[in-house]
């Protein structure tokens, strides 16, 4: 009885065993899935990467302009996680504030140069903050700019369109298509920064986390290679590039 048993826990260990092995030869492997949103609209995205991209480039070009792709992050006060060594069976534990509070931060990153600028605030994300910290960006150089941005409320209201009307001059601005966030390559930053910045770590107050965020800014803005050798383009943009 016993040994029938070993045997017939042995035969499906190998058929197992087996099924793997020839999954792995034919290009195979074991991954956690993904969600991917069901509103991609695929023949928008293949537009923007065939005819929208080169013509930022092209205007890029022949108006010496900066490309720049800006985005948004938040850093919570109560901590973030990702995965560690630890004891088998004994799963890791972090200290927690407890406090929901989060440390919200603009950034653009230019191009194929890696230049980095960044604006933290404790307040929500809106209109008004997001103008002043371009208007910053702005008076820090001298070439026009074209931004490469996303769909969010508070970068398309009536208020942002009266501020990209008026800095027109200067300033030209492209939408990424909808749910696209992998054609923004200031997105891997981001990961990065919470990886160096707030994984892991406790913040008793809320001014430990923004000091510890704005150090890590801090380190990238002054290395932009590193940011660069993070932040490539997709495939699809890098081959029109």
């Not at 991209?53 to 720049?68: G, M």
């Not at 604006?119 to 008076?139: D, H, I, K, P, W």
């Not at 800014?217 to 050798?229: D, G, Q």
């Amino acid at each position: 009885m016993i040994q029938q048993l070993i045997c017939d826990r042995f035969g499906v260990f190998y058929n197992v065993f087996y099924i793997a092995q020839l999954l792995k030869n034919l290009g195979f492997s074991y991954q956690k899935a993904a969600f991917v949103s069901a509103h991609l609209d695929e023949g928008k995205r293949h537009a923007w990467c065939t005819t929208t991209w080169p013509l930022i480039l092209r205007l890029a070009h022949e108006r010496q302009a900066l490309l720049l792709f800006g985005d948004e992050a938040s850093f919570p006060q109560w901590g973030t996680f990702s995965y560690t060594w630890a004891r088998r069976g004994q799963q890791p534990l972090g200290k927690t504030s407890g406090q929901r509070k989060g440390y919200k931060v603009f950034g653009v990153i230019k191009s194929f140069t890696g230049r980095f600028w960044s604006q933290g605030q404790e307040g929500r994300l809106n209109s008004e903050a997001y103008s002043a910290f371009l208007t910053r960006v702005l008076a820090q150089v001298t070439q026009p700019i074209i931004l490469i941005q996303d769909g969010a409320r508070y970068h398309t209201s009536a208020a942002m369109q009266r501020f990209f009307a008026l800095q027109s001059a200067r300033l030209m601005v492209f939408q990424l298509p909808s749910y696209s966030p992998e054609y923004n390559p200031i997105e891997k930053l981001w990961k990065k920064v919470k990886k160096e910045g707030t994984h892991l770590e406790y913040f008793p107050t809320f001014q430990a986390l923004t000091d510890k965020v704005e150090r890590a800014l801090l380190k990238f803005a002054n290395t932009p290679k590193e940011i660069l050798s993070l932040c490539s383009l997709p495939t699809e943009l890098a081959q029109a590039a």
